[in-house]
């Protein structure tokens, strides 16, 4: 079955919205690495000086081996507390 569409690829609105839609989503992919760093060099430099994992790296620990975690909640409280907690402090997911 073949699904045919009567949207013009190659129309200036379609260039201008795929655009659009991508500087949304690099944008969100700039979030997401913000949050992943874990506060940033120096904190993760601190947090494993102390001998401790992080909460993404426990959680791969749990994980069987090859399983990718979809992670919910990436961007929770973000903007909220002046850049401290981006991801409210938590991560949720499920192991797929």
Known sequence: MILETQIDSNSDEFKKNKSALLEHVNEWLRRVEIVKAGGGAEAMKKHKSRGKLTARE?????LDPGTAFLEFSTLAAWDMYEG?????GIVTGIGV
């Open 58 to 62: 426990r959680i791969e620990g749990l």
């Open 84 to 88: 401290q907690a981006p991801g409210a």
